[in-house]
T-cell receptor, first 113, second 112 residues
């Protein structure tokens, strides 16, 4: 059945290491998003992509990178430049710019040890 | 600059009563508004939405009201059930854009 799959569910990283979070969707959606959730701060937009091979920075893009080589996939790399990477990361997709809802994956909890 | 605000971090309601969650926004370009429900360690699930051409949208126990002049929307849950206990996020987007801007969430606790 259709949906968004994020993997892994839990991820541990040592300080100074880059790590990549996976996000795959089979909803045939054009747009994909990465959000970060911290306690008391809601969901903040990291990057989003409107179409394959195109992406834009969100509100908190520093220390992150993304790629969109395939419509189904939008991986997020958390680099060593990200000062506070420990958070809950959420991937989402939506059909496009018309008024519609975004669908979310189950999230990845990243912890820096 | 927080464009979407949920000023109540938490709310407790008795089972069977009405829950009212509020959301304010500052950007007059927003024309589509959504409510999501989220359980801990899970992704948000879509509840209900409203376009700026309407002032009310209803889906079962959930009703969203939009007051454009006040830049305010609210979610009413009637009757509230213990399974409704979760964090509720409002979100907004502007026509032609792909960005959804989320509020900080309100934790609802429905007491049995």
């Amino acid at each position: 059945d259709g949906g968004i799959t994020q993997s892994p569910k839990y991820l541990f990283r040592k300080e100074g290491q880059n790590v990549t979070l996976s996000c795959e969707q089979n909803l045939n959606h054009d747009a994909m998003y990465w959000y970060r959730q911290d306690p008391g701060q809601g969901l903040r937009l990291i990057y989003y992509s409107q179409i394959v091979n195109d992406f834009q920075k969100g509100d908190i893009a520093e220390g992150y990178s993304v790629s969109r080589e395939k419509k189904e996939s939008f991986p997020l790399t958390v680099t060593s430049a990200q000062k506070n990477p420990t958070a809950f990361y959420l991937c989402a997709s939506s059909p496009g710019p018309v008024a519609t809802e975004a669908f979310f994956g189950q999230g990845t909890r990243l912890t820096v040890v | 600059d927080q464009q979407v605000k949920q000023n109540s971090p938490s709310l407790s309601v008795q089972e069977g009563r009405i829950s009212i969650l509020n959301c304010d926004y500052t950007n007059s370009m927003f024309d589509y508004f959504l409510w999501y429900k989220k359980y801990p360690a899970e992704g948000p699930t879509f509840l209900i939405s409203i376009s700026s051409i309407k002032d009310k949208n209803e889906d079962g126990r959930f009703t969203v009201f939009l007051n454009k002049s006040a830049k305010h929307l609210s979610l009413h849950i009637v009757p509230s059930q213990p399974g409704d206990s979760a964090v509720y996020f409002c979100a907004a987007s502007a026509r032609g854009t792909y960005k959804y801007i989320f509020g900080t969430g309100t934790r609802l606790k429905v007491l049995a």
